[in-house]
C-alpha cells in the first residue's frame, strides 16, 4: 500500500482557516486599490510558507 500523506496540524490548520477567511473579505476598495494587491501577495506569501511546513513536516 502507498504512503499515507500527514495531515495538517492543528496550528496550520487554523492558520489555513483564517487565510481563508482573509480571502472571503478581499475586495478592490477606492480609497485604495493597491491594498488589494498588498493583501493579496501577503495571502500568497503565507500559503507558500504553510506549504512548505506541510511539504518538509515542520510544525
Known amino acids: 500500500m502507498g504512503q499515507r500523506k500527514p495531515?495538517?496540524?492543528y496550528?496550520?490548520?487554523?492558520?489555513l482557516r483564517k487565510l481563508a477567511e482573509r480571502v472571503a473579505r478581499l475586495t478592490i476598495s477606492r480609497r485604495d486599490p493597491h491594498?488589494?494587491?498588498?493583501?493579496r501577495s501577503e495571502i500568497a506569501h503565507d500559503l507558500r510558507r504553510l506549504a512548505e511546513e506541510a511539504r518538509?513536516?515542520?510544525r
Not at 496550528?11 to 492558520?15: F, V, Y
Not at 491594498?35 to 493583501?39: K, T
Open 11 to 15: 496550528l496550520q490548520a487554523d492558520e
Open 56 to 58: 518538509y513536516g515542520r
Open 35 to 39: 491594498r488589494f494587491f498588498e493583501d
Open 7 to 9: 495531515l495538517p496540524s
